[in-house]
T-cell receptor, first 116, second 115 residues
Framework: AQKITQTQPGMFVQEKEAVTLDCTYD???????LFWYKQPSSGEMIFLIY??????QNATEGRYSLNFQKARKSANLVISASQLGDSAMYFC?????????????FGKGTLLTVNP | DVKVTQSSRYLVKRTGEKVFLECVQD?????MFWYRQDPGLGLRLIYF???????EKGDIPEGYSVSREKKERFSLILESASTNQTSMYLC??????????????FGPGTRLTVT
């Protein structure tokens, strides 16, 4: 079975600084993808960024980037120049074995607080 | 933009009532999902559907059923609500087309309280 571990229940960062949110995974699938989602206090889950296991370069979307280390099975999210609106829960997720992206297994999440 | 809507943001029901949670997506997505989210437990998949009238159990289907009569609509049914079903319920959809990332798009959630 897939397993996702987010070891940081909570993180604090000063506005305008960068922050790294950790995610490690365990999968027997040779080909897989990793997703990161943001959930503000309003409740809606927002898709942020995706990394495919065979992608040559780390994924980047605006201020979000992935520090993908396949050998260590980690896919950490880096948020640069933090903003107050980045305060939210962040979830890492992985599809099931078999390459299907139908179902995702989510980590327990990290609560990020950006201080002014 | 993908839009996933849920019928209610907040719902209060009594124990034993039959509860319907409705979800509608407007992007012609093949896949739809129902999750519940509880503090400390993260998101857990209840049911998902990969086509009209097709459904599969997720990790915690007990006490729930689903219905997908039309492609855009996926309903979660609590046949007899119990207090341990008090939770945040999130609906999501994704494209089933091969070659796509398969990212899921979520609705705003329904916070259900069963008293």
């Amino acid at each position: 079975a897939q397993k996702i571990t987010q070891t940081q229940p909570g993180m604090f960062v000063q506005e305008k600084e960068a922050v790294t949110l950790d995610c490690t995974y365990d999968t027997s699938d040779p080909s897989y993808g990793l997703f990161w989602y943001k959930q503000p206090s309003s409740g809606e889950m927002i898709f942020l960024i995706y990394q495919g296991s065979y992608d040559q370069q780390n994924a980047t979307e605006g201020r979000y980037s992935l520090n993908f280390q396949k050998a260590r099975k980690s896919a950490n999210l880096v948020i640069s120049a933090s903003q107050l609106g980045d305060s939210a829960m962040y979830f890492c997720a992985i599809p099931p074995v078999g390459g299907s992206n139908y179902k995702l297994t989510f980590g327990k999440g990290t609560l990020l607080t950006v201080n002014p | 933009d993908v839009k996933v809507t849920q019928s209610s943001r907040y719902l209060v029901k009594r124990t034993g009532e039959k509860v319907f949670l409705e979800c509608v997506q407007d992007m012609d997505h093949e896949n739809m999902f129902w999750y519940r989210q509880d503090p400390g437990l993260g998101l857990r998949l209840i049911y998902f559907s990969y086509d009209v009238k097709m459904k599969e159990k997720g990790d915690i289907p007990e006490g729930y059923s689903v219905s997908r009569e039309k492609k855009e609509r996926f309903s979660l049914i609590l046949e007899s609500a119990s207090t341990n079903q008090t939770s945040m319920y999130l609906c999501a959809s994704s494209s089933g087309l091969a070659g796509l990332k398969g990212e899921q798009y979520f609705g705003p959630g329904t916070r259900l309280t069963v008293t």
